[in-house]
């Protein structure tokens, strides 16, 4: 038996024109699905420039409702008309409160639900405790059309309780819609530890993890001052075993894409017997230490 399905993974620049941005990330999934693609991942929060570099009371203007949010409205349309799944990330507002979220979209054009983003970060440039509340929803998993698939929001991805818990609700591959670059405050290179983390949970659940990263240097000004930060690329997809198989540049706009057989995936899961082998009364422990 064979079930094969085709991810991709994109990256593009962002600027302060959201239909253009949505009309770059249009055309992006326009040419994956017409590449054989069935599930298209879209960077985190790709309709803006990343704000978050700053505190600023005028980009709560930004977020919306699901019902009211132009691009999932226009990729709900898309979805349907090109038979894709699409994981939409966006700036939420819920009544008075604000989430970094992302809502997947089915095959049919039909919405299966939203998830927002658990662990929120906090330090310069990437000030997010400012603008999200932690999620609500809890971790979540989505029968789509072509696959049962989890998806965590960048931070998420540094945390492996998030991709082991969407693998044992069933995910069968594990996506990270994600806005990273230049670490000011640690004076550090963080690409290869980001890449790592998430190659280390394709590993310990043996499932595909597929990463999309945004290119380009934003800059975001607050009262006059100017926060620059550059973003790295260099998207990717891993295998079941955590190799990296699809890598892009740093800094040009960029599809991969990989064709997985979930069902052999499936069998080498059960063959390595981790599932099997969870101690979860052994783990107890731990929350008694936080």
Same mark, same amino acid.
């Not at 709900?76 to 994981?87: F, I, S, T, Y």
């Not at 507002?93 to 089915?106: A, C, E, L, R, Y």
């Given at each position: 038996?064979?079930?094969?399905?085709?991810?991709?993974?994109?990256?593009?620049?962002?600027?302060?024109?959201?239909?253009? +941005?949505?009309?770059?990330?249009?055309?992006?999934?326009?040419?994956?699905?017409?590449?054989?693609?069935?599930?298209?991942?879209?960077?985190?929060?790709?309709?803006?420039?990343?704000?978050c570099q700053?505190?600023?009371?005028?980009?709560?203007?930004?977020?919306?409702?699901?019902?009211?949010?132009?691009? $999932?409205?226009?990729?709900?349309?898309?979805?349907?008309?090109?038979?894709?799944?699409?994981?939409?990330?966006?700036?939420?507002?819920?009544?008075?409160?604000?989430?970094?979220?992302?809502?997947?979209?089915?095959?049919?054009?039909?919405?299966?639900?939203?998830?927002?983003?658990t662990h929120?970060?906090?330090?310069?440039?990437?000030?997010?405790?400012?603008?999200?509340?932690?999620?609500?929803?809890?971790?979540?998993?989505?029968?789509?059309?072509?696959?049962?698939?989890?998806?965590?929001?960048?931070?998420?991805?540094?945390?492996?309780?998030?991709?082991?818990?969407?693998?044992?609700?069933?995910?069968?591959?594990?996506?990270y819609p994600?806005? $990273?670059?230049?670490?000011?405050?640690?004076?550090?290179?963080?690409?290869?530890?980001?890449?790592?983390?998430?190659?280390?949970?394709?590993?310990?659940?043996?499932?595909?993890?597929?990463?999309? +990263?945004?290119?380009?240097?934003?800059?975001?000004?607050? +009262?006059?001052?100017?926060?620059?930060?550059?973003?790295?690329?260099?998207?990717?997809?891993?295998?079941?075993?955590?190799?990296?198989?699809?890598?892009?540049?740093?800094?040009?706009?960029?599809?991969?894409?990989?064709?997985?057989?979930?069902?052999?995936?499936?069998?080498?899961?059960?063959?390595?017997?981790?599932?099997?082998?969870?101690?979860?009364?052994?783990?107890?422990?731990?929350?008694?230490?936080?």
């Amino acid at each position: 038996m064979m079930r094969n399905v085709t991810v991709a993974t994109t990256q593009m620049a962002c600027g302060w024109d959201i239909q253009q +941005n949505i009309a770059t990330a249009t055309e992006l999934v326009t040419k994956a699905a017409k590449a054989g693609a069935n599930i298209i991942l879209l960077q985190e929060l790709f309709e803006t420039p990343y704000f978050c570099q700053v505190h600023d009371f005028d980009y709560f203007k930004l977020a919306t409702s699901v019902a009211d949010n132009a691009a $999932i409205n226009h990729f709900k349309q898309l979805a349907k008309e090109l038979e894709v799944v699409l994981p939409m990330s966006f700036y939420e507002k819920s009544g008075n409160t604000f989430f970094n979220s992302v809502t997947v979209i089915d095959a049919d054009g039909e919405i299966l639900g939203t998830y927002r983003k658990t662990h929120i970060p906090d330090g310069i440039p990437y000030a997010e405790k400012f603008y999200f509340t932690p999620g609500d929803t809890g971790f979540k998993v989505w029968q789509t059309k072509y696959a049962k698939i989890g998806v965590g929001i960048c931070w998420d991805q540094w945390f492996p309780e998030c991709a082991r818990s969407m693998a044992l609700m069933g995910a069968e591959i594990l996506f990270y819609p994600t806005a $990273i670059g230049d670490e000011p405050t640690l004076d550090i290179d963080s690409k290869g530890h980001w890449q790592r983390c998430m190659q280390g949970h394709a590993a310990a659940n043996l499932m595909p993890v597929v990463a999309a +990263n945004r290119i380009g240097t934003e800059t975001i000004s607050q +009262n006059g001052n100017d926060s620059t930060m550059a973003f790295y690329g260099s998207s990717f997809i891993t295998d079941g075993r955590g190799e990296i198989i699809q890598e892009a540049s740093k800094d040009k706009e960029e599809i991969l894409s990989t064709t997985f057989d979930l069902d052999q995936l499936a069998i080498e899961r059960q063959q390595w017997g981790v599932f099997r082998d969870r101690r979860p009364s052994m783990y107890n422990m731990l929350l008694t230490h936080g």
